[in-house]
Structures are given as C-alpha cells and as structure tokens.
C-alpha cells in the first residue's frame, strides 16, 4: 500500500508542523500507512518545541507528485499547499480555517471546527477513536494550542482550547503557562533574520474584494526593538509589492506579553487599513489589543476594502 | 437568537430530507435554535419513509436570504443547494460527497466521510455527542442507508453503513430488508409522474472535462415497463438539452431488484458514453450490474470524456 503523506501549508509555524506529526501517530495507530512531511523550514518557536519533547522534524518535501494520496492539516486552501496539490489525491483534511479555493474529484474524510487549534480537533480524534495519548505527543499538541492561541489570550481561543490545554498539560506532566511562555519568547528571537525572512515567516494571500494584498506577521516581546529595523522591512516589504503587484502589504510585529500590534503598511490601497484601523504616520500604526490576524486584521480589512 | 435553517439538496432524496430532520433532532438536543428545511418536493420513497414513521416533512423553502445562517447536509455544491447560498452564513456541513464549487468567508464546521450516507455520519455523530436516539430518529436514519445504499447492495456502500443499518434496525425494532425492500418499491411507483418530473427527480449537473452534461436516475422494479415510454422521456430530455445548451444527456433507468441499469443517452457528445459503457442502439443501451451514478456512471463517463 503507497505511503500517504501527511502535511500542513507552507511557510509552517508550530500548529502545521505538530499536527503532522500528531496525526501521523494517530493514524499509524489505527493501522494506516501515512508520513507526516513539511512544505518549508520551521521556526524557532517550532524548533524550541520539537527539541523540547525530542521529536524529530517531519521531512521537507518538494511539491507532490500527481496521483501522490495526501491528508491535508491546519489548511484546505491550495495555494497554501504542496507545489502539484491540485493533481494529488486528497483522502483527508483536518483544519479550523474557511474553506476555499479548495476542491476533491472524490469523496474525502473533512474534518474542520471553528476552534483555535487543529490540535484542539486531533485531541478529539484520538478520544474518538480510544487511542491513548502518550507525554511527548501530549506535549506537541499542547505547544500547537499555546502557539496558536497565544496562551489562550488570542480572541481566536475558544472554550474547547482551554480545556483541551488543561487536559493535555496534565497528560504532559508540565506546568503550561510556564512553558509556554518560554516557548513563545523562543519564537521572538527574530534577531538573525533577513527583512526578507521576517516578512515571510508567516505570510498569507489574501483577498480583499478585487485587491490582492499580503498580511505579514511575526511575535515579539519587545516592539521597539523590532522597530529599529523598520527601514528595511519597508524594503523587503516594497519589493514584494513590485514583484507581484500587491495593492496592500500589512506586517504585523505583535507583542505576545502585552497583546498588542505594531502594523506597517504599505502599497497604493492604505487608504483600505487607515479605514479600517487609524491613520498612519510614516506608514505604521500601533494597534492595541489587536493580536490575531484572522480575527482582527483580516475581516476589518475585508469590510474596509 | 436567529434559527439556523438545515437544509439538504434540491431534488431532495430520501437521505437528505432525513438528514436535515435527524440533524435538528440533534441539534435542538444540544441545545441549539435550529429548523430543518427542504428544497423541493419529496419522491415517493421519502414520502413512505414519513408516513411509516408518522414524521412530518420539514417546511418547504424558496431560497435564502443574504447573511441566513445555515446548515448543509447530504451535499455542499451550491449549484445544488437552495438559491442565494452564496450569501448565506454557512455554519456546518455533514456530507458524504467530493467537495466542490463550495467556499466560506469564515472558519465553520465541515463533517465528511467517504461513507454511502449522511446518515452513517450523522449517528457517529449522535455516539460522540452521547445523544440518545429514538425509535422514529433510527427509522428515518436507516431508511435514508438503506435508500442511499439500495439495501447495502451499491457499491458505495461501506462496512460502517452495514453496521449503521443493523444498529439502528435494532433500535427502530423493525426487520429492515423486509422494510427496506417495501421502502424502494414505493419509490419505483413512477406511473403518475410525467416525463418532465421523471427525468427531474433525482437529476445531476455534472461536468465532463468542458462538456456539459446531466446524469438524471430513477429506481424501478420493472425496467420494461418504463421502457414503454421511451419516446416521451426522450422528449423531455431533448427539451432540456436545448434550453441549457447541454452536451451530453444520461437518464439511468434502474433496477433495484436485480441490480442493473437501462441508460437512455442524448446529445452530441454520446460518443463519450459509448466509450465509457457500450454501442447504444436507438439511444439506449443496457448496463449490466450498474447501479451508482456516482462510483459506476459519473467517474467513467469523466475517464472518457
């Protein structure tokens, strides 16, 4: 039987990467041949977390060949997906985004909540299907969760997250907050990183009515200091711009301890983010209380647009 | 709170108008505001299925207005769903086809196995929620596998159907061949309908590379007889092709007794058929042991087109 690969979309953070991994153990305990793989390098805060509990990184994979069977997690949309996906075989997707720019010829196992976390949905999986959960994977599903919620404290979080935390700290033996407080701070060491890295480390298309626009973000605990190097991600940033003729790049430097954002923005359509959010001066803003992009940045930008 | 209407597709079936009614069971068990609905008139076989379960038809709708929130059940093409779903609020899916031509703006729940039913789906999903099912809820569940399923004869039906069948007869307290076989015979009762409905009632649009094309089907116990009113249906057919500029028109005519099919086929794109299956002579041509549009006509007619 041909090996199903498991991954999560491109420019991974920890959410796409654990879910992989976690999958893979689930699915190989229930008898499937499948491999979890990855669509581009891990960041630090995932490599702090793997290192942590000891785990190995999923194998880089280079695009999917036609007819390759895949399992898609923490994303449905192709062109965040595997170079080749739309000729793959799809036979399943666990997620907890919209689904768009999505389809399969055949029927397929889809399985999607409006929770924070893919992990928050695989820890459901597992119950389901009476498969115990051992400490490190215990511990991956926990730093996914933590990651994506920023320790609970994105609006993003739903009641389910928490729980699942809870639960899955106990499994884990460790003291969450502690943690995942270190593991975040992991995350925040942007220091040697090109602009280019930074304002791909998690990047996302997105559409805004008929504009095409990227919203860029990175974590931080200490926004000044990433504002020092403000000229060149403005740079990195145009030249973007230019390559793929953005009407809007927003880059969000989000500060994770105090649950604020500092945006740049930049392109011919900033009048759309100063609608949306305030005015900019010398192209950024400070955005309080704004920490998730898919909550807060993305849908005022959209009604904006 | 405003209701959440559940609906399944247009020329509603027996699965999807028990879908919606066991999902709001379901749901309203939980503690939910939702409304089950339909997108036209039942056939005979959900109208027996009913009637033997002293179950109401859920309310008839006529499209949904911009930002409804709904809930879609046995399918998610919106070329197959009520009119306006491209405005509505889509909150949940529970289906058992491909995905295709479906999208969100936000994150929602989405519940698809590659199963023979929705309602195969929908008791797993009763078992998680550790909701108790009723003796009229098993009935309407295990007439829509046994509809979907031709009494577990298709080949899509799954082991996880024939489990679900058995569960729920036992639950439901009824012999379920017996029941089922009467169940598929009131739905082969097609004398009062006209060539119009007949071609109607369980009709798909389906594209075959750049052709345009629909596979319509009816179960009978007497494929001859049907046969009788070849030149009408034929008329209807034609009538059709014209109006929607189709390429390639299939009406399978099938026998749910002894598992065959008889296949009417128009258009100027029958050679795709006649590659697929057989010579068809005067437009028709028998398909021995042929009894799913979706794993035994749509993939092949797709293979050669």
């Known amino acids: 039987m041909e090996e199903v690969l498991i991954f999560g979309h491109k420019s991974p953070d920890t959410d796409t990467i654990c879910s992989a991994i976690v999958l ?15 669509n581009g390098e891990p ?18 994979i280079n695009g999917v060949e036609e007819g390759q069977e895949v399992i898609l997690v923490d994303h449905n949309e192709f062109s965040q997906s595997a170079d080749g996906i739309e ?31 893919t992990n928050t949905i ?22 996914a969760i933590i990651s994506d919620t920023l320790l609970l404290k994105s609006p993003t979080k739903t009641a389910e997250d928490e729980k699942a935390v809870k639960e899955l700290a106990k499994i ?12 975040l701070k992991a995350g925040t060491d942007l220091s040697d990183y090109s602009a280019e890295e930074l304002i791909n480390l998690d990047c996302k298309k997105c559409e805004l009515k008929d504009k095409k626009s990227r919203i860029a973000q990175v974590n931080t605990a200490d926004i000044p200091e990433m504002m020092t190097r403000k000229a060149e991600i403005e740079a990195a940033m145009q030249k973007v711009i230019d390559e793929e003729g953005l009407d809007l790049f927003v880059f969000a430097i989000t500060d994770i301890i105090n649950s604020n954002s500092q945006a740049i923005a930049l392109g011919k359509e900033t009048a759309i983010f100063e609608r949306a959010f305030t005015t900019l001066e010398d192209n950024t803003a400070f955005l309080p209380g704004v920490v998730s992009r898919k909550k807060q940045i993305l849908p005022v930008l959209q009604e904006n647009a």
């Open 43 to 60: 960041n630090k805060e995932t490599k702090f977390a793997l290192n942590y509990f000891n785990v190995e990184l999923p194998e880089l």
């Open 122 to 143: 695989l820890l459901k999986m597992y119950k389901e299907n009476g498969v115990e959960i051992d400490k490190t994977i215990a511990g991956l599903m926990l730093s």
């Open 87 to 117: 000729n793959a075989k799809i036979k399943m997707v666990v997620d907890h985004h919209r689904v768009h720019e999505f389809e399969t010829a055949d029927p397929l196992y889809y399985r999607a909540e409006p929770v924070g976390c």
């Open 172 to 183: 884990a033996g460790i003291d969450y907050e502690a943690y995942g407080l270190e593991m």
């Open 24 to 38: 893979e153990n689930l699915l190989k305990k229930l008898g499937q041949n499948v491999k979890a793989a990855r």
